[in-house]
């Protein structure tokens, strides 16, 4: 990896000259070095079911910001994917997300960098030949757009939005169906859908069955059995502002603007979309699995703490077809069980690194019935982890207006546990979570004495920046006056 940037690693270890292509970038004019490398496969070898890629900025250090990015990557099988993605050497960071034997296996690649520059890269990744579908697309290509400059409104680069999918999401030809793609955007940004075009994708032809809406609904309506077979989904999600804001380039100290007219960065989301033979009847819960409670509902926000496990509890029925499997995808970390009878259940056991990333996490139910697959509606939820701990920060953060918060000392922390429910989609005890004690010094041109509601507010706002709760609470213990000083140029 190169000091600079960073690479997502299908790196051959021997020599594949006619087997792998990459994609590089040495991007020094936009303040950038990054080396994205992945996987050109023959058409003939194959089945790629699809791509998700997000990333979220952290906190600034002396090496830079870091960086948590997350990408996933699906095909037919997981041996097609050690195999051909990197040569039966996959190492590192790589971890199995799910897979249903036959049809696809997604795994991912998570990690974490100190990022030190802010500016953009637009780049194009031609990753394999998609599995043979309907709407005449042969080989991929995700076009990612980073635009890490600093946001004026949260003082910090812009990080991506945030989702996952199935690499397969099937529905019987005669049945509706409405997907609900859950996404997220850690900067608060507005999330919007759309199916890529032009430069974004080598075949760009979208599903003639499949429609998306801005809001990122997909909806399908019953057809007949020659629109039957497999699609491939080639969509981009963009991040808009909610309020006009300035771009810093950290390099040049150039400025642009965006308008919540204009977005920001773009990712690709990739899978597979399948229209099945007419079921005998679309009503949930006879041949359709149906979610029963104590099921989340989508969209729920489940939260826990780092060093706990989380389980999600899932029950569904299907009376005329036997629920065979649960399916999902979501964060390193999260594994599956049955208790049989349509009883599932999602644990995840998140890391020092998960703490306060919202993460998605989608799943299935499937059922079998004469030899034919049904699906259930694909529900989503958001898993976050509490951090558990204060770091020290050793760097001088800017505030709005001129005040300047600096902690100094870290003082004993006790954490308290929220309370746990049985119910997954609970709503949790919100809080207190934290009881902390902060000594800080603060350089302000604010008087304490007729501005300390102003000054607390900005403590606060940059406490929540930091990662603790929105609803968090500041109490004033003690302050001493030092005085006023004067810098020299």
């Not at 780049?123 to 579908?133: D, H, I, P, R």
């Not at 709407?135 to 812009?158: E, H, M, Q």
């Not at 003639?208 to 699609?231: H, I």
């Not at 309370?419 to 979570?433: E, F, I, R």
């Amino acid at each position: 990896m190169n000091e600079d940037g960073f690479f997502i690693p299908f790196v051959t270890p021997k020599d594949h000259s006619d087997d792998v292509g990459f994609v590089s970038a040495d991007l020094h004019s936009v303040n950038m070095s990054v080396l994205l490398l992945l996987l050109l496969i023959s058409g003939a070898q194959a089945s790629y079911h699809g791509f998700v890629f997000n990333y979220a900025f952290g906190n600034f250090y002396p090496g830079g910001y870091t960086l948590p990015y997350d990408f996933k990557l699906s095909f037919s099988s997981c041996e097609e994917f050690d195999t051909e993605t990197c040569f039966g050497y996959c190492s590192g960071p790589t971890y199995s997300v799910d897979e249903t034997g036959g049809e696809w296996c997604q795994k991912g690649y998570a990690d974490t960098f100190s990022y030190p520059y802010m500016g953009t890269l637009t780049e194009s990744v031609s990753t394999a030949a998609w599995t043979e579908n309907r709407n005449g697309i042969v080989l991929s290509k995700a076009v990612l757009k980073f635009d890490t400059r600093n946001r004026s409104d949260i003082y910090k680069p812009n990080s991506s939005p945030r989702t996952t999918i199935l690499p397969l999401v099937r529905v019987p030809s005669n049945c509706q169906r409405n997907i609900n793609l859950l996404v997220s955007d850690p900067d608060g940004d507005d999330v919007r859908c759309r199916y890529a075009a032009g430069s974004e994708c080598i075949t760009c032809t979208p599903p003639s069955v499949l429609s998306v809406s801005s809001s990122c609904f997909l909806s399908f309506s019953p057809t007949n059995s020659s629109a039957e077979g497999p699609y491939a989904v080639q969509m981009v999600l963009e991040d808009f502002p909610r309020q006009t804001i300035n771009l810093t380039d950290g390099y040049t100290g150039g400025q642009s603007v965006k308008t919540t007219s204009d977005a920001i960065g773009s990712i690709p989301v990739q899978f597979v979309f399948k229209v099945d033979p007419a079921a005998p009847s679309c009503t949930a819960g006879e041949y359709l699995p149906r979610f029963l409670p104590p099921t989340p509902e989508h969209g729920a926000q489940i939260y826990t703490n780092v060093s706990e496990t989380l389980e999600i509890n899932i029950r569904a029925e299907a009376t005329q077809a036997e629920t065979t499997e649960l399916l999902f995808s979501g964060p390193p970390g999260v594994t599956k069980s049955s208790s049989g009878s349509g009883n599932f259940s999602l644990t995840w056991s998140p890391i020092a690194g998960d703490g306060g990333l919202n993460y998605p996490l989608c799943f299935v139910v499937q059922a079998n019935s004469s030899g034919s697959v049904y699906q259930s509606d694909l529900r989503c939820v958001f898993v976050t982890a509490g951090n558990t701990t204060v770091s020290r920060s050793n760097t001088t953060t800017p505030l709005p207006t001129t005040t300047t918060l600096r902690t100094t000392t870290n003082q004993p922390t006790t954490t308290t546990t929220p309370p746990t429910s049985s119910t997954p989609n609970a709503t949790p005890d919100p809080g207190p979570y934290y009881l902390l004690a902060l000594n800080a010094e603060i350089s302000t041109s604010l008087s304490m004495e007729s501005d300390s509601a102003t000054i607390m507010n900005l403590i606060k706002e940059e406490l929540r920046r930091q990662g603790l709760p929105s609803d968090i609470t500041l109490k004033l213990l003690n302050s001493t006056l030092v005085g006023v000083t004067t810098q020299g140029p």
